[in-house]
């Protein structure tokens, strides 16, 4: 058999295998082995895609109140908080200095960052507010959520994927947030 035959063999074969699930993807070479510098190369990770996080700007009232659910928060800070920021995220729980209480169930407090310098807050409180809605720039700075005077804002203290704990500055209580 001559090396081309070879080459198409072994690509023949190699796309079979693939298709079937019995073997991943590879780029034969000109001598019919695997390209050493392939994307499938087992020297070389394959990059993993990440994907822009995106986030309309819009209180969702249609969307039910998020359950406040259990109290567990991030100890630390997570991974990049300008990327985990972004998205619809519930107030879910207050600690005012005796521990996590759950927010009341006729309380709806929602944070929407379309992006890192915009802030939609949204809140429907029974008997204060209904279904408000206050759209501001603001700044990330560090892990610092600078708002316009006269709010104070907040330090976003540990986070991971889905929860974000936050130091309000005016009265210094943490909140306890979850993604929606």
């Known amino acids: 058999m001559s090396r081309s035959q070879a080459t198409i063999a072994a690509a023949f074969l190699t796309c079979v295998l693939a298709l079937t699930g019995c073997a991943a993807e590879t780029t034969p070479g000109a001598n019919g ?23 309309e700007e819009t209180c969702d009232w249609n969307t039910a109140r998020l359950d406040s659910g259990s109290a567990d928060a991030p100890a630390a800070a997570g991974s990049d908080l300008a990327t985990v920021l972004i998205g619809s995220w519930q107030h879910t729980h207050i600690d005012s200095g005796a521990g996590y209480e759950a927010v009341k ?6 944070y929407v960052f379309p992006s890192t310098s915009r802030l939609l807050y949204c809140q429907d409180v029974k008997g204060a507010t209904a279904q408000a809605e206050n759209a501001v720039n603001i700044e990330l700075a560090g892990t610092e959520l600078v708002l316009p ?32």
Do not use: C, F
């Open 149 to 180: 005077s006269p709010a104070t804002g907040y330090s976003v203290t540990a986070w991971d994927a889905d929860t974000m704990v936050w130091t309000n500055h005016r009265d210094g209580s943490l909140y306890l947030l979850k993604r929606r």
């Open 33 to 55: 082995q695997q390209d050493p510098k392939s994307p499938s190369s087992p020297s070389e990770p394959a990059e993993a895609k990440i994907e822009p996080v995106t986030q």
């Open 105 to 110: 169930p006729t309380t709806d407090i929602r």
